[in-house]
Structure formats: C-alpha cells, structure tokens
T-cell receptor
Framework: DQQVKQNSPSLSVQEGRISILNCDYT??????FLWYKKYPAEGPTFLIS?????DKNEDGRFTVFLNKSAKHLSLHIVPSQPGDSAVYFC???????????FGKGTKLSVKP | KAGVTQTPRYLIKTRGQQVTLSCSPI?????VSWYQQTPGQGLQFLFE???????NKGNFPGRFSGRQFSNSRSEMNVSTLELGDSALYLC????????????FGQGTRLTVV
C-alpha cells in the first residue's frame, strides 16, 4: 500500500499563474516532508521541506503547506515559469525509518 | 562543495551477470541511501547506510546488497541480473540519519539485455 500518494499524474499551467501540486500521506509517524524536482535521466533536485511542527514554509517562489489533520501537503509555485516544467516528487520520513518514502510524482507542464 | 557523485552513469549488462555501482556522498555526510526508479513505480527504497551500518532495507530480493566504507562512500551490488532490474539507480546523501535534507546524485542508468 502506498504511504505517500500524489493523485494527479500530470498538471498543465499557464506561465505566470500559480501551480499547486498535492500530496497525501497515510502514516501518522511521518514528521518531515520534502519536495523534489526531477528532469528525465537526472537525479531529483531538493526544492523545499517542512517539519510537522510547522504548517507553512516558504523559499522564494516555492511554498509548502502542511495540514496534519488531513494528512495532506501541497507545493505552490508562484509565478510558474516554463523552466519549472518537470516531474515533482513528494517524500516523507519519520518514526523508526530514516529513509524517504516517495510518491509516484506529478508531471508539471508550464506553457508560455 | 562537490555534490553526490555516482559512477558509472550508464551501464549495459547481460542477464545473469552481476554489477557494482558506486556512490560518493557530499563531504561530511554520513548517511547514504539507494533508490531504484522504474517507469510507473516512482522511487523505490533499496537500503540506507549510516556510519558503515545498514539501518534500513527495502523490499527487494537478496540479490541486491550494499555496503558503506569508513569514508562514507557506498557501493551497491546486484547479482544474477534480471531484465526487470533495468532502471535508474539513485544514491542520496544526508548529514543526518533521518534524511531531513537528502541530496541525490545523477544516477546510474542500468540496462539489462
């Protein structure tokens, strides 16, 4: 069973608008969440993270929101740029395990 | 500061052979984790090492093994290769054992024919 789910395989957004990528998790032991961006045939690039003691973290155009009661987090990209087109992965860690559990990714396309 | 380095970048092997992949973490990082990425499956956790000890292992057969050296460099080995082992193998390093900020290498693309 998937502990981290990204239910939208793809998302298309116009340049300059907001991109919202969503992620749900089931394991209440998760206490740290990360977002990665990935281009084909390359390793994922770390974007932003959030601890479960916070509900929001911002870094430039990227903001991550965490709703613990709903076990839901989202990544907002404002404004979206064509260079943001990539696959975005949500990951979680916590409890006794030190490894990251990844969602299956959302492919973002930002159209000029 | 150099990033995570994985070698080789590309590899073609025949079914039944074995392969060893290498990962050099960011200087100062003691945690190294390995992941397999295949189309449609996302990133699947293989194993994690911290200070030369395997702390965690994913749900992969015993043909997949790894180790970490005293300088934190890590290797993973796959024996008796199968066609289904064709994938992008990614290594991530982190300063802490909880991977609260893990950085990935470029990966090794393994093709089994």
């Amino acid at each position: 069973d998937q502990q981290v789910k990204q239910n939208s395989p793809s998302l298309s957004v116009q340049e300059g608008r907001i991109s919202i990528l969503n992620c749900d998790y089931t394991n209440s032991m998760f206490d740290y969440f990360l977002w990665y961006k990935k281009y084909p045939a390359e390793g994922p690039t770390f974007l932003i993270s959030i601890s479960s003691i916070k509900d929001k973290n911002e870094d430039g155009r990227f903001t991550v929101f965490l709703n613990k009661s709903a076990k839901h987090l989202s990544l907002h990209i404002v404004p979206s740029q064509p260079g943001d087109s990539a696959v975005y992965f949500c990951a979680a860690t916590g409890g006794s395990q030190g490894n990251l559990i990844f969602g299956k990714g959302t492919k973002l396309s930002v159209k000029p | 500061k150099a990033g995570v380095t994985q070698t080789p970048r590309y590899l073609i092997k025949t079914r039944g052979q074995q392969v060893t992949l290498s990962c050099s973490p960011i200087s100062g990082h003691r945690s190294v984790s390995w992941y397999q990425q295949t189309p449609g499956q996302g990133l699947q956790f293989l194993f994690e090492y911290f200070s030369e000890t395997q702390r965690n292992k994913g749900n992969f057969p015993g043909r997949f093994s790894g180790r970490q050296f005293s300088n934190s460099r890590s290797e993973m080995n796959v024996s008796t290769l199968e066609l289904g082992d064709s994938a992008l193998y990614l290594c991530a390093s982190s300063w802490d054992s909880r991977n609260t900020e893990a950085f990935f290498g470029q990966g090794t693309r393994l093709t089994v024919v």
